[in-house]
């Protein structure tokens, strides 16, 4: 039998378990990215495994998330993280560059590789078949020491492309369309891996906005194959040597199939505030916008926006609009400024941003109260713009291009003030990598740069008792990582943890964290109450640490999102779903909860039927729960987390 693309990439990097669907396999890891968000808790936890240099093919510390420098202390963590990467041989691309995903793709992607960074899109990767994966920071961190990366071993999708998009269609209302079919959830342990005569209508440009997004579906990750039109981009990247083909077998299998006409694709929103809410551009024809804002992780190559400066070309944007535009790299920016284009944007009336997430994550250009916001970007959760009111849609370029000009929702398709520019990859993109600090040879004499505002990683203690405990808190579904720890604003406490922690659930409860630490303080263990798809979005391991450093052991959900599932795992937080999803309404904010002797609970209900009863003891009845885990699970759990489990184990991965 043969192979397919994920069973190929995954195979020669297998090193525990078996490859079935479900099982739990450790894989190599070839390629690591962090940015500034995540990446300093990630080289602070490297750190303290003791590790004197990186030990997997290359590591990259990107400065793209928190770049606006308000007080000192984003400017302390980009010194922190320029000397650590020279200490630890680490390639560290300097604020301006551009986006993690979108220079990686460029300057470093490699079909066949696998690729593990501290942020959920880094599946972007997939547009040049790579198998790259979103994961908590200190995930990357053991993968840097040489570690392998543990993961369910997934089942594989394939999403058969065949025609062609129409003019003004694009691959944002590809990965639209695959969300409206899979949703935002239960697809936990799942690849998309797309093929199909449609494929090579699209290039990697198209194919990377596909895969970036297939994030938001919960998926492990997304893969294309590596083929002509990926060797036409690596060669223009004058990278060619780096490609090799990469496509399934002729005989391949896989565990589910749907098919997609590329043609009969129409222009979709992904309407607030989720991704998965998808409304057509048609249906919502005539709505006044009243920002626009062009550009983050997904749609922001020099294609995606020469398009748009070819659509506002001689035009001005509409007086009641504020358009933004966000180059993906510093090599985007420079080509579109040198070619003339550039100035087009800043003509018709853009605002020209920084080449990084800024807007993406409510870092800045938060949209006015009520502002109907349309963005490129790739979520739009509620308040994460920065403006709880706001309503948020994602759009293709096309779509908020034309938007910007008409000051309306206007289906593309009906368009008429200009023929569709057709804009082509060039065949030589605009070289220059003076942004990289490469790591030197001796860096003994480097000495590793702190500002007061970081700190030690706060580490666990492990589980050696009952639970004894309160629902300190009971939350809905679709409970996103911005929820649990928001960034924005508060984005710049990230390596401070005692003082993050004050943030923990601020939109949703402003004083969980007053409770959190009294019940910690006083020895009661805090307990989260969670519906479906708790942990959704970014991969913010802050989000299970800062809970963690509040004394929270135990999470109930009736589902939890993969990175959120296994940060909270490495940080020694018991991640229990409820058995019977009904049982969610049998508990309530501030009943006490109670496991006698947990870790015993746990280690057998490993070897029998996978469950642990818990007693709600205000009112008196007995609620089952899954704990289905591994035995490397269990030693996570026992430990403490990662941390205390690396140590325990003597440096052994």
């Known amino acids: ?28 890891i070839d390629q690591t990215l962090t940015q500034d968000a995540t990446g300093t808790m990630a080289y602070l936890q490297f750190e303290a495994m003791g590790i004197d240099h990186i030990q997997n093919e290359l590591a990259v510390s990107y400065v ?22 020279q200490k630890f041989g680490v390639v560290f691309s300097r604020p301006g560059n551009g986006i993690c995903h979108q220079v990686h793709l460029e300057r470093f992607g490699i079909p066949g590789k696998t690729l593990l960074g501290s942020d959920s899109h880094t599946p972007t990767g997939g547009g040049i078949g790579m198998f790259a994966m ?25 999403i058969v492309l065949k025609g062609a998009l129409r003019p003004w269609i694009s691959a944002k209302d590809v990965i639209l369309t695959v969300l409206k079919h899979f949703s935002t959830k239960g697809n936990v342990g799942t690849v998309f891996e797309y093929s199909g005569p449609g494929v090579n209508t699209l290039d990697v440009p198209d194919r990377a906005t596909i895969t970036n997004m297939g994030a938001e579906c919960g998926v492990t990750t997304s893969l294309f194959p590596s083929d002509e039109k990926t060797r036409a981009f690596m060669v ?37 505030h989720s991704p998965g809410n998808i409304e057509s551009i048609a249906d919502l024809s ?32 509409a007086s009641h609009v504020s358009l933004g535009v966000a180059p993906g790299s510093r090599e985007v920016l420079t080509m579109l400024a040198k070619e003339g284009y550039l100035a087009k944007l800043i003509t018709a009336g853009a605002r020209i941003l920084e080449s990084a997430c800024g807007f993406c994550i409510g870092n800045h250009m938060s949209p006015k109260t009520d502002a ?3 963005r490129t970007s790739n979520r739009n959760f509620e308040g994460r713009s920065g403006t709880k009111s706001a309503q948020v849609y994602l759009v293709s370029p096309e779509v908020a291009a034309i938007a910007a000009i008409t000051g309306e929702f206007t289906d593309p398709l009906t368009y008429t003030e200009m023929e569709y520019p057709a804009v082509t990859m ?28 970081i700190g030690a990683p706060p580490v666990n203690e492990g589980l050696t008792t009952s639970l004894k405990g309160v629902a300190t808190i009971k939350v809905g579904e679709k409970i996103t990582t911005d929820h649990i720890m928001p960034a924005g604003a508060r984005l710049k406490y990230r390596s401070n943890v005692p003082k993050y922690s004050t943030f923990v659930f601020e939109p949703v409860d402003p004083d969980f964290h007053i409770r959190a630490a009294a019940n910690r303080d006083a020895g009661i263990h805090n307990i989260i109450v969670a519906g479906d798809s708790y942990g959704q979005g970014s991969s913010r391991e802050h989000a299970a640490l800062c809970p963690m450093y509040l004394g929270v052991k135990v999470v109930i959900a009736t589902s939890i999102e993969r990175i959120h599932m296994a940060n909270l795992f490495n940080f020694g937080i018991v991640p229990f779903m409820f058995a019977d999803t009904a049982d969610y309404g049998k508990i309530e904010q501030g009943d006490e909860l109670e496991i006698a002797d947990l ?48 140590s325990s184990q003597q440096g052994e991965f």
């Open 1 to 28: 039998m043969g192979m397919n693309i994920a069973q190929k990439i995954l195979s020669a990097h297998l090193l525990e378990g078996e490859m079935k669907a479900g099982n739990q396999i450790a894989v190599k």
């Open 64 to 85: 793209d998330h928190n770049t606006v420098q308000v007080g000192f202390e984003n400017s302390d963590d980009h010194r922190y993280l320029q000397s650590v990467a």
């Open 134 to 158: 979103g994961a908590g920071g200190i995930d990357v961190a053991v993968a840097m020491g040489g570690g392998a990366f543990y993961m369910t071993s997934p089942k594989v999708v394939n």
């Open 236 to 272: 223009a990247q004058e990278r060619g040597d780096d490609w090799i083909e990469l496509k399934a077998d002729t005989d391949a299998e896989y565990d589910d199939s749907i098919t997609i006409d590329l043609s009969t694709v129409e222009a979709l929103s992904a309407a607030p």
């Open 286 to 317: 005539g709505k006044r916008v009243d920002q626009v804002l062009i550009g983050s992780c997904t749609n922001s190559s020099y294609r995606d926006l020469r398009t748009v400066a070819e659509i506002l070309d001689g035009k001005k944007v």
């Open 372 to 374: 109907v916001s349309l």
């Open 426 to 453: 060039p065949k030589r993109f605009d070289i220059d990598d003076s942004m990289f600090i490469f790591p030197e040879v001796d860096a003994s004499d480097i000495e590793i740069a702190r500002g007061p505002n």
């Open 599 to 646: 870790p015993t609970a746990i280690r057998e209900a490993s070897t029998h039927d996978g469950i642990v009863m818990l007693k709600n003891l205000t009112k008196n009845i007995d609620i089952p729960l899954s704990a289905d885990f591994s035995e490397r699970q269990i030693g996570l759990l026992l430990a403490g987390g990662l941390l205390n489990y690396t």
